[in-house]
């Protein structure tokens, strides 16, 4: 009986060390700190506009609609400022060599679409509408209107014309010129 009381005493010694090795404390330690960014806002801007000249045509008789492209441009608002910001247009009536001037409300734009590059603000913050630009307005037309904390980064808009209505008792002969200004401005239209 001797082996038998040996080998439980070897067994419950094992045991015993065994599970000293699997309770032992583990030393740790953490450490922390801090970081900081400095971002400074930007600007707004408006980038790659350009209209391109209606196409030469020939008085009928009856009224007629020209249309031209306003090639897809961009409008950048990397202010930071959640501020909104709206774009305005104007025209100067359309004028030929003879200083005669075509009557208000001849020039429509339409509205353009709107699509929002990476990491910019859902471009639904951004109202569009089209209008007549020609209205001899100081502010002009308000064709797009982000609200506050939106349009925020960079947005491509397409998809725009302009339209020239033409009614024979308004029109003489002619090449007539426009200057067609876009004003980007911070806050939404109210």
């Known amino acids: 009986m001797k082996k038998v009381s040996k080998k439980i005493t070897v067994s419950a010694i094992a045991a015993g060390v065994a599970m000293t090795t699997l309770s032992a404390p583990v030393l740790a330690a953490t450490e922390s700190g801090t970081t900081e960014a400095t971002i400074n806002g930007g600007s707004l801007s408006i980038e ?3 209209i391109s000249s209606f196409a030469e045509t020939t008085l009928d008789g009856s009224v007629q609609t020209l249309t031209t492209d306003i090639g897809d441009y961009t409008v950048v608002d990397s202010t930071g400022s959640g501020s909104g910001w709206q774009l305005n247009v104007d025209a100067a009536p359309l004028t030929n060599a003879d200083d005669y001037a075509l009557p208000a409300n001849s020039l429509n734009m ?4 709107v699509s929002a590059e990476e990491g910019s603000s859902d471009s639904g913050t951004i109202a569009t509408q089209e209008g007549d630009i020609d209205t001899g307005s100081e502010t002009g037309v308000n064709i797009l209107s982000a ?3 939106g349009g ?3 947005f491509t808009l397409s998809d725009t014309d302009l339209s020239l209505d033409l009614q024979p008792k308004d ?5 007539y010129t426009s200057t067609v200004t876009f004003s980007l ?3 939404p239209s109210s």
């Open 171 to 175: 029109v003489k002969e002619g090449t």
């Open 147 to 149: 609200q506050a904390d």
């Open 110 to 113: 339409s509205a353009p679409s």
């Open 48 to 50: 790659n506009l350009s």
């Open 152 to 154: 925020m980064g960079t």
């Open 185 to 187: 401005v911070s806050g």
